[in-house]
T-cell receptor
Framework: KQEVTQIPAALSVPEGENLVLNCSFT??????LQWFRQDPGKGLTSLLLIQSSQREQTSGRLNASLDKSSGRSTLYIAASQPGDSATYLC??????????FGQGTRLTINP | DAGVIQSPRHEVTEMGQEVTLRCKPI?????LFWYRQTMMRGLELLIYFNNNVPIDDSGMPEDRFSAKMPNASFSTLKIQPSEPRDSAVYFC????????????FGPGTRLTVT
């Protein structure tokens, strides 16, 4: 059974710092990996999707990497801003459609 | 595009009552997913449909839960009878074949069963 773990559970950093969020999964037979952002009381916003054949994806200040063989992904946020404060969720797809989620990392950026 | 639409946004009901949650996927998307989010268990897939057909309902917790998708633009998740442990946020998501199955989520329905 696929298990997804995100470390740390919570992270607090000063504004302007670069930071890395980690995600690990137990079964490397994935179709893709998605990073989501969730604001309090809101739904999930898709940030980046990495196909299993890709190594990384970039969008603005965000860069996500994927090492399928080791079962790891990282989300790098450059020059963090208070507006980046949210919970970040990692999810891997099994059989193309089924997403298995980690518990998330709650990120706080302090002005 | 309006995104995935869910209603109601909040629902408070008493134990034993029937609850119906509604979802309208993004136009043109052919897959629809129902998830449940709790503090203890995180986000869990309950059921998903492809071209209006249920494909995998292994995440549905018990027979009190049922889901339907009568057409490409509407789905319901019904709980009958509801119990306090069903209190959670229920999300609907949709995706389109050929877009690497990227899923787009609705705002969720916060259900409280007293």
């Amino acid at each position: 059974k696929q298990e997804v773990t995100q470390i740390p559970a919570a992270l607090s950093v000063p504004e302007g710092e670069n930071l890395v969020l980690n995600c690990s999964f137990t079964d490397s037979a994935i179709y893709n990996l998605q990073w989501f952002r969730q604001d309090p009381g809101k739904g999930l916003t898709s940030l980046l999707l990495i196909q299993s054949s890709q190594r990384e994806q970039t969008s603005g200040r965000l860069n996500a990497s994927l090492d399928k063989s080791s079962g790891r992904s990282t989300l790098y946020i450059a020059a963090s801003q208070p507006g980046d404060s949210a919970t970040y969720l990692c999810a891997v797809s099994q059989g193309a459609q089924k997403l298995v989620f980690g518990q998330g990392t709650r990120l706080t950026i302090n002005p | 595009d309006a995104g995935v639409i869910q209603s109601p946004r909040h629902e408070v009901t008493e134990m034993g009552q029937e609850v119906t949650l509604r979802c309208k996927p993004i136009s043109g998307h052919n897959s629809l997913f129902w998830y449940r989010q709790t503090m203890m268990r995180g986000l869990e897939l309950l059921i998903y449909f492809n071209n209006n057909v249920p494909i995998d309902d292994s995440g549905m917790p018990e027979d009190r839960f049922s889901a339907k998708m009568p057409n490409a633009s509407f789905s319901t998740l019904k709980i009958q009878p509801s119990e306090p442990r069903d209190s959670a946020v229920y999300f609907c998501a949709s995706s389109q074949t050929g877009t690497f199955y990227e899923q787009y989520f609705g705002p969720g329905t916060r259900l409280t069963v007293t």
